[in-house]
């Protein structure tokens, strides 16, 4: 089935830097990427929606400049959480969307661990 | 704007035994998309079952199937012969068939699912 790689698994930053997180779509074309926020025991908040190519579309509430995201391929999108603080410590996990016949189903990435120190 | 609503936060079955995961959604729309998703500790979300709202019979998947009542807007899914591998939290999600911006996945709050031995 479709692979979607998410990395770093886990990454520690201190308060201030900015980290970036990585979605790739391995065996697929994906035309649109998802990224999402998980809290403990909370359902995945949608923040923004990336179409190759184009600006990402954010959620209200995300801030867009400090959740920067870039989607400059069929099969990558970058997250970049720019000065970083403990409040965004978090579980940050992306999706795609295929293209043609496995368009109509979304696949998940294994989720990155975001500690701010 | 569409809505899912998980109402068991918690649910509970012996090993071997089926369980019922209850779904309700409200939409406005005619077609769109299903789905069941299971999270493990790993925090991987896996694609559990899909079904087409255009679809009269209910999809299945080995152990897995749903209960699809489109008039009643709801959407179960029933595990069979349970096994401590299906421990998870399971969320019911629903995707607009709109090829547009709207087509991101909106999710229920989740259902933590414990298998007893």
């Known amino acids: 089935g479709a692979v979607v790689s998410q990395h770093p698994s886990r990454v520690i930053c201190k308060s201030g830097t900015s980290v970036k997180i990585e979605c790739r779509s391995l065996?697929?074309?994906?035309?649109?990427m998802f990224w999402y926020r998980q809290f403990p025991k909370q359902s995945l908040m949608l923040m923004a929606t990336?179409?190759?190519?184009?600006?990402?579309?954010?959620e209200q509430g995300v801030e867009k400049d400090k959740f920067l995201i870039n989607h400059a391929s069929l099969t990558l999108s970058t997250l970049t959480v720019t000065s970083a603080h403990p409040e965004d410590s978090s579980f940050y996990i992306c999706?795609?969307?295929?293209?043609?016949?496995?368009?109509?189903?979304?696949?998940f990435g294994e989720g990155s661990w975001l500690t701010v120190v | 704007a569409q809505t899912v609503t998980q109402s068991q936060p918690e649910m509970s079955v012996q090993e071997a035994e089926t369980v019922t995961l209850s779904c309700t959604y409200d939409t406005s729309e005619s077609d769109y998309y299903l789905f069941w998703y299971k999270q493990p500790p790993s925090r991987q979300m896996i694609l559990v079952i899909r079904q087409e709202a255009y679809k009269q019979q209910n999809a299945t998947e080995n152990r897995f199937s749903v209960n699809f009542q489109k008039a009643a807007k709801s959407f179960s899914l029933k595990i069979s012969d349970s096994q401590l591998g299906d421990a998870a939290m399971y969320f019911c999600a629903y995707r607009s068939s709109d090829g547009g911006a709207t087509n991101k996945l909106i999710f229920g709050t989740g259902t933590l699912l414990a298998v007893q031995p």
């Open positions: 065996d697929f074309q994906a035309t649109t």
């Open positions: 990336s179409n190759e190519g184009s600006k990402a579309t954010y």
């Open positions: 999706s795609a969307r295929g293209t043609g016949g496995s368009g109509n189903t979304i696949y």
